[in-house]
């Protein structure tokens, strides 16, 4: 079954975990590593329970997503605005097994983790404190 095959078989069940190809453990996984990112173009065999989902990579249905007024505040941190609403819902993140390559990255001529994240700011920090290391489902699904 390929990983259109899984989302589509997925799409129809009530509260379904959203379903990505991105995703983040928070954790600690050596000096400075604080977060494990399974990356959209690696290889990843099994699905997986992640802290924090990539949006850029989320198929789901609206009702299953917080509503604007939720999310209005959360420009250039929607991926632990979405990590931060979806565990207070007690929402699963999960992301999907597929092949390298399966997708490709669109070059940019920025990021809005050097424009934005790696500062920190204060927004993104609250967020990222309200879900890290507190889901109990983590690991392999």
């Keep these: 079954m390929d990983i259109m095959e899984l989302f589509i078989a997925d799409f129809q069940l009530k509260n379904t975990p959203l379903q990505v190809v991105r995703g983040a453990v928070a954790g600690y996984f050596g000096p400075g590593v604080f977060r494990e990112t399974f990356n959209f173009d ?22 299953d997503l917080p509503s604007f007024c939720v999310m209005e505040n959360a420009m250039r941190r929607v991926d632990t605005a979405l990590a931060r609403w979806a565990f ?20 940019t001529a920025g990021s809005i983790y050097g424009g934005y994240t790696a500062r920190f700011p204060k927004a993104f ?3 990222v404190r309200a879900f890290a290391y507190k889901r109990s489902s983590r690991g392999p699904v």
Excluded: Y
Aim: hydrophobic share 35%; glycine share 8%.
């Design 88 to 107: 207070h819902e007690g929402r699963e993140m999960v992301i999907l097994p597929r092949e390298a390559g399966w997708l490709s990255p669109i070059e």
């Design 125 to 127: 920090r609250e967020d």
């Design 42 to 63: 690696n290889s990843l065999k099994e699905a997986r329970f992640v802290d924090q989902i990539g949006t850029g990579t989320l198929f789901a249905q609206t009702k």
